[in-house]
């Protein structure tokens, strides 16, 4: 098993910044593949930003590009999604997850993600 948790959340104003932080505890032997999904009151959880093992190669919704930008550091066990120029649509609860092995370049998909976070919630006002 792999345990996550997510910080960093809060209140901000549209255009400002917030840096989220998923800590990884448990089976991290090696690396994993991460992603980050939001999911807002009402509407279905949907993809954010992924990052392969090593960190090389990142996925973006066309929603956030330009403005958000997922990093880790896999000698502290942790993902970041750095969270620029932020607008109120960017409310939800944030989630990070493990990409379970064997799934390629799925990262957009909700099912190629084995172990998820408790979720950290953003609140973005206008």
């Known amino acids: 098993q792999v345990q996550l948790v997510e910080s960093g959340g809060g209140l901000v104003q549209a255009g400002g910044s917030l840096r989220l932080s998923c800590a990884a505890s448990?089976?991290?032997?090696?690396?994993?593949?991460m992603g980050w999904f939001r999911q807002a009151p009402g509407k279905e959880r949907e993809f954010v930003a992924g990052i392969s093992r090593s960190g090389g190669t990142t996925y973006y919704a066309d929603s956030v590009k330009g403005r958000f930008t997922i990093s880790r550091d896999n000698a502290k066990n942790t993902v970041y999604l750095q969270m620029n120029s932020v607008k109120p649509e960017d409310t939800a609860v944030y989630y990070c997850?493990?990409?379970?092995?064997?799934?390629?370049?799925?990262?957009?998909?909700?099912?190629?993600?084995?172990?998820w976070g408790p979720g950290t919630q953003v609140t973005v006002s206008s």
């Open positions: 448990g089976r991290t032997s090696s690396s994993y593949s």
């Open positions: 997850a493990v990409k379970r092995l064997g799934a390629g370049d799925s990262y957009y998909y909700q099912n190629a993600y084995v172990y």
